[in-house]
Nanobody
Framework: QVQLVESGGGLVQAGDSLKLSCAASGQTFTFSRYVMGWFRQAPGKERDFVASINWSGSSTRYGDSVKGRFTISRDNAKNTMYLQMNSLKPEDTAKYYC?????????????????WGQGTQVTVSS
């Protein structure tokens, strides 16, 4: 059974930093073979693309609202993906989800991702 578990969320002030982790597990899941992504969903809103990373970590893609502030990375030896979030703003408040896609490109389309974690809450106060 494939499982993704996010951690690292919390309550911070505007301008602070936070680092999220996404740990992958499952006997049939070879983490290093897949493009992975981060999405976020605020109450009453759609689940939006945040960032994605290719299998080796050599290439990344970001949503416009987080470019220059967030950094996605991965450690295939640890089956873990990360999201370093700097200069946080109140509008970054959301539940953050990691996800796996079978696509070979760093897609930003939510429907391309087939396995999701349960999410971790990030709240940024002003």
């Amino acid at each position: 059974q494939v499982q993704l578990v996010e951690s690292g969320g919390g309550l911070v002030q505007a301008g602070d930093s936070l680092k999220l982790s996404c740990a992958a597990s499952g006997q049939t899941f070879t983490f290093s073979r897949y493009v992975m992504g981060w999405f976020r969903q605020a109450p009453g809103k759609e689940r939006d693309f945040v960032a994605s990373i290719n299998w080796s970590g050599s290439s990344t893609r970001y949503g416009d609202s987080v470019k220059g502030r967030f950094t996605i990375s991965r450690d295939n030896a640890k089956n873990t993906m990360y999201l370093q979030m700097n200069s946080l703003k109140p509008e970054d408040t959301a539940k953050y989800y990691c996800a796996r896609t079978r696509a070979i490109i760093m897609t930003s389309q939510r429907s391309d991702y087939d396995i999701w974690g349960q999410g971790t809450q990030v709240t940024v106060s002003s």
